[in-house]
């Protein structure tokens, strides 16, 4: 059975920074290519960030580039987004995510999903 | 950027009825289309693929067809267990992104 367990979540003050973790189980975590998504309160879903699975290529939305940086390490099989700069509009639930297909660099769509963990930017 | 535009953004139906959400690209996307049903606090769960491939699971009651910049969702026959927030996802590979939809929210008449 996959299993994401995402950790790391919390209030922070604008302009600081969280690591959330994924820990992953049940699957080869190396050749998938995993994902970070989330979603405000009340609102629908964003992606944030993909990285291959040998770490080579890391991808980001417009809204989180240069503050975010996602990572991951195939020997602990888990997955990281460190977040800087902070800013109110970050506010929400943060879902690590597995595609459908086994592909080093392929992210196209996710049949598995953490439960989320909710990271509040606020003063 | 691609931008996705779903419709309704909300609705009301009775059980038993066929309930219809389209998703249009802002431009064509092929079949990179995927749709997910997310209920009340709980993580999205991936319903359709590829346009309209039923993902492992599904009940046959969700389908979905479309290609190029028109996709619609189709649930035949509504069962109270449907109600939920769908979305569509649209995938591009160039470079690699991700893009959903604003959302679907369907309720029980």
């Known amino acids: 059975e996959v299993l994401l367990l995402e950790s790391g979540g919390g209030l922070v003050q604008p302009g600081g920074s969280l690591r959330l973790s994924c820990a992953a189980s049940?699957?080869?975590?190396?050749?998938?290519?995993m994902s970070w998504v989330r979603q405000a309160p009340g609102k629908g879903l964003e992606w944030v960030s993909s990285?291959?699975?040998?770490?080579?290529?890391?991808y980001y939305a417009d809204s989180v580039k240069g503050r975010f940086t996602i990572s991951r390490d195939n020997s602990k099989n888990t997955l990281y987004l460190q977040m800087n700069s902070l800013r109110a509009e970050d506010t929400a639930v943060y879902y690590c995510a597995k595609p459908l297909r086994r592909s080093n660099g392929w992210f196209g769509y996710f049949d598995s999903w953490g439960q989320g963990t909710l990271v509040t930017v606020s003063s | 950027d691609i931008q996705m535009t779903q419709s309704p953004s909300s609705l009301s139906a009775s059980v038993g009825d066929r309930v219809t959400i389209t998703c249009q690209a802002s431009q064509e996307i092929s079949n990179y289309l995927n749709w997910y049903q997310q209920k009340s606090g709980k993580a999205p769960k991936l319903l359709i693929y590829?346009?309209?491939n039923l993902q492992t699971g599904v009940p046959s009651r969700f389908s979905g067809s479309g290609s190029g910049a028109d996709f619609t969702f189709t649930i035949s026959s509504l069962q109270p267990e449907d109600i939920a927030t769908y979305y569509c996802q649209q995938y591009d590979n160039l470079p690699p992104s991700l893009t959903f939809g604003g959302g679907t929210k369907v309720e029980i008449e």
């Open positions: 049940g699957f080869t975590f190396s050749s998938y290519a």
């Open positions: 990285i291959s699975g040998s770490s080579g290529r890391t």
């Open positions: 590829d346009a309209s």
